[in-house]
């Protein structure tokens, strides 16, 4: 079985400041594991994604994660803040299903970031 | 095209009333799933199809039926729903091979009244 628990609901920070949004993961294999962000009223967007390559993952708008096996960690990070940030931030990690070429996501609970100006 | 586009981006409906939600892409994937999401929490898998047929039901309640008529569509048709579900719904599609990553579209806000 697998699960996903992020470690705070809500994170507040400056603009211009580093984000930092903490997901631990729980898998009996080697994880796929994902940040997908969500701003008010809208999809779900992925920002970055870590198949067992390279450790250190880097996404889109500036995103990043670090997959720490030691840890089971996968916290996502971003050097300064901007106000377009401001969103909910789901750790998701996925496994194959029944299915062919399917996937099912566990999601955590989700982080909302807010950013002030 | 790197999109999955669902129609309405808004419904209302009555508790008698039947509507569909609908879902298309057309990037060749040949999975494709529904999720459900209430307000502050994370989605909830409805249905997964895969090549057309239905290999997930997350014990959804039979008011909702989904369907997959061709590898770019799939639709969800709702019949006698409750108050209750009221919700964002998410279509999303995956590859069969490579990257496991699901592509969402922006999602059909429904209102039960």
């Known amino acids: 079985a697998q699960s996903v628990t992020q470690l705070d609901s809500h994170v507040s920070v400056s603009e211009g400041t580093p984000v930092l949004l903490r997901c631990n993961y729980s898998s009996s294999y080697s994880p796929s594991l994902f940040w997908y962000v969500q701003h008010p009223n809208k999809g779900l967007q992925l920002l970055l994604k870590?198949?067992?390559?390279?450790?250190l993952v880097k996404g889109i708008n500036g995103f990043e994660a670090e997959f720490k096996k030691s840890e089971t960690s996968f916290h996502l990070t971003k050097p300064s803040a901007h106000m377009s940030d401001a969103a909910e931030y789901f750790c998701?990690?996925?496994?194959?299903?029944?299915?062919?070429?399917?996937?099912?996501?566990?999601f955590g609970k989700g982080t909302k970031l807010s950013v002030i100006p | 095209d790197t999109e999955v586009t669902q129609t309405p981006k808004h419904l209302v409906m009555g508790m008698t009333n039947k509507k569909s939600l609908k879902c298309e892409q057309h990037?060749?994937?040949?999975?494709m799933y529904w999720y459900k999401q209430k307000a502050k929490k994370p989605p909830e898998l409805m249905f997964v199809y895969s090549y057309e047929k239905l290999s997930i039901n997350e014990s959804v309640p039979s008011r909702f039926s989904p369907e997959c008529p061709n590898s770019s569509l799939l639709n969800l048709h709702l019949h006698a729903l409750q108050p209750e579900d009221s919700a964002l719904y998410l279509c999303?599609?995956?590859?069969?091979?490579?990257?496991?990553?699901?592509?969402f579209g922006a999602g059909s806000r429904l209102t039960v009244l």
């Open positions: 990037m060749g994937h040949r999975a």
């Open positions: 999303a599609s995956s590859q069969v091979s490579g990257a496991n990553v699901l592509t």
């Open positions: 998701v990690v996925s496994s194959p299903t029944s299915g062919a070429g399917s996937y099912q996501l566990t």
């Open positions: 870590y198949t067992s390559a390279a450790t």
